[in-house]
């Protein structure tokens, strides 16, 4: 029943969204030229190729020159859309990471369950991150980050920032309402998403060895922090 609340009230939010939004631009009003088309298409395709090659190669040995080959273009087309290296990376996390984020910081103000909550993180988490090319950025950030700092401290700004804020105004309301006892956890919220650290990581070194069912385990570490599910 929980769960089926929860689809309800994000299909509300959906219906909300869709009645407020401007109305789709009519026939004879402006549109982008085959130029401007052409180009965002070009930078697509350049962000698609440098989340390629950075996967394959790691930040530090990735080179501009493999990326525009990758996307069909010449290098000097990737610095219409990108200053550097590290521009580029850091557009790939706002576009690959920073949707996502904000669907969390909505979701976490529902004044639901936060068994239902984490429930739905953890889906939303398989579907949206581990079974897309999002865990890859995720995983440079963590390998590559401490060699460039400017690139870990556009990642903290972009997105963990926001998911540690959101995330414990979430607890806090659930140490309030008693779901969880003491407020350890409100103190220290990366206790709350830590597993999702360790998926991404066994997945990229070890998952070879030993595969790891990370949705179970998600679940698992939901069971240990907030009790186990009552079943009926």
């Given at each position: 029943?929980?769960?089926?609340?929860?689809?309800?009230?994000?299909?509300?939010?959906?219906?909300?969204?869709?009645?407020?939004?401007?109305?789709?631009?009519?026939?004879?009003?402006?549109?982008?030229?085959?130029?401007?088309?052409?180009?965002?298409?070009?930078?697509?395709?350049?962000?698609?190729?440098?989340?390629?090659?950075?996967?394959?190669?790691?930040?530090?040995?990735?080179?501009?020159?493999?990326?525009?080959?990758?996307?069909?273009?010449?290098?000097?087309?990737?610095?219409?859309?990108?200053?550097?290296?590290?521009?580029?990376?850091?557009?790939?996390?706002?576009?690959?990471?920073?949707?996502?984020?904000?669907?969390?910081?909505?979701?976490?103000?529902?004044?639901?369950?936060?068994?239902?909550?984490?429930?739905?993180?953890?889906?939303?988490?398989?579907?949206?991150?581990?079974?897309?090319?999002?865990?890859?950025?995720?995983?440079?950030?963590?390998?590559?980050?401490?060699?460039?700092?400017?690139?870990?401290?556009?990642?903290?700004?972009?997105?963990?920032?926001?998911?540690?804020?959101?995330?414990?105004?979430?607890?806090?309301?659930?140490?309030?309402?008693?779901?969880?006892?003491?407020?350890?956890?409100?103190?220290?919220?990366?206790?709350?998403?830590?597993?999702?650290?360790?998926?991404?990581?066994w997945n990229a070194l070890f998952d070879r060895f030993e595969p790891l069912d990370a949705r179970a385990m998600l679940r698992a570490h939901f069971d240990l922090l907030l009790g186990e599910r009552k079943t009926t």
């Amino acid at each position: 029943m929980i769960l089926t609340d929860w689809s309800v009230i994000m299909q509300n939010k959906r219906t909300r969204l869709q009645r407020t939004s401007p109305a789709p631009a009519k026939p004879g009003g402006r549109e982008p030229s085959a130029r401007a088309k052409k180009s965002a298409a070009r930078r697509e395709a350049i962000l698609v190729a440098a989340l390629d090659e950075f996967a394959a190669r790691g930040f530090t040995a990735a080179r501009l020159d493999d990326v525009a080959q990758r996307a069909g273009v010449a290098k000097g087309t990737i610095y219409l859309h990108f200053r550097d290296k590290e521009a580029l990376f850091q557009e790939l996390i706002r576009a690959e990471l920073s949707p996502f984020v904000a669907r969390l910081e909505e979701a976490f103000k529902i004044d639901i369950p936060l068994r239902a909550i984490a429930d739905h993180v953890v889906e939303v988490f398989i579907r949206e991150v581990y079974n897309t090319r999002r865990k890859d950025v995720i995983r440079l950030i963590l390998s590559e980050g401490q060699r460039f700092p400017k690139l870990a401290e556009f990642y903290y700004r972009e997105v963990l920032s926001r998911v540690m804020q959101a995330v414990r105004g979430l607890l806090r309301r659930a140490v309030n309402r008693g779901e969880i006892a003491g407020d350890a956890i409100v103190r220290f919220p990366q206790l709350f998403a830590s597993p999702i650290v360790v998926v991404i990581l066994w997945n990229a070194l070890f998952d070879r060895f030993e595969p790891l069912d990370a949705r179970a385990m998600l679940r698992a570490h939901f069971d240990l922090l907030l009790g186990e599910r009552k079943t009926t």
